[in-house]
């Protein structure tokens, strides 16, 4: 079995994004200790769609960025925040290929 990870994503209004990345990530079968969105303002259209995720997988959660709006800041915030080990970056908008975490963690 595959070590373990943590994985951030930076969102902005990424809405439904969210739960289609969470789906992909379970489909793909993909072992993760922490799943963390970080969002910049509380109007995130994606928050909803966190809390619904949260209530079947208390693995994600959405964090606050603490440090000023955008994404090199949600990336600090982020890191400020994980636990020793493996971390890797996802953006919400889709746009990475989740099948190959894996074999990024083996």
């Excluded at 990336?75 to 290929?97: C, E, H, Y």
């Amino acid at each position: 079995s595959s070590p373990k990870v943590q994985l951030l994503v930076p969102i902005y209004n990424e809405g439904e994004n969210v739960r289609i990345l969470y789906d992909t990530l379970r489909a793909e079968q993909v072992q993760f200790d922490s799943l963390k969105f970080i969002y910049d303002l509380d109007t995130d259209t994606s928050l909803p769609y966190i809390a619904e995720i949260r209530a079947e997988d208390p693995r994600v959660e959405a964090e606050k960025n603490q440090l000023g709006r955008g994404v090199i800041r949600a990336l600090r915030s982020g890191f400020a925040r994980v636990k020793p080990g493996p971390v890797i970056v996802i953006m919400g908008d889709n746009s990475d290929k989740l099948s190959i975490i894996p074999e990024l963690v083996s």
